[in-house]
């Protein structure tokens, strides 16, 4: 089973959280939505997902980045491992 968190963030600082989230090496999937809740960009993250892979989905971050003012980062995690950020922890997402 796996534990849902969401981080409601600028658009300056997705592409930084989202690297920040990857290098933690357990979450799951990434769910980038607007702030009225509308699914943007949706991309799993696997064990092999390295290097060459990885620049594509970052440029796409990026590009979103530009043009979002404000969105939240939907993140599943293994039940495994636990989160080593503070952000908001809950199986609910924050209006």
Do not use: H
């Not at 769910?31 to 594509?56: N, Q, R, Y």
């Not at 969105?71 to 503070?86: F, G, Q």
């Amino acid at each position: 089973m796996a534990t849902n968190e969401y981080f409601n963030i600028k658009g300056d600082q997705l592409l930084k959280k989202v690297k920040e989230l990857i290098a933690e090496g357990n979450v799951r999937k990434i769910i980038i939505k607007d702030k009225s809740g509308k699914e943007l960009m949706s991309f799993p993250m696997t064990v092999g997902v390295v290097g060459a892979v990885l620049a594509p989905i970052l440029a796409a971050v990026g590009a979103l980045a530009a043009l979002v003012t404000e969105c939240t980062i939907a993140i599943e995690r293994d039940d495994t491992a636990s989160p080593t950020d503070t952000g908001v922890t809950s199986d609910k997402p924050m209006d």
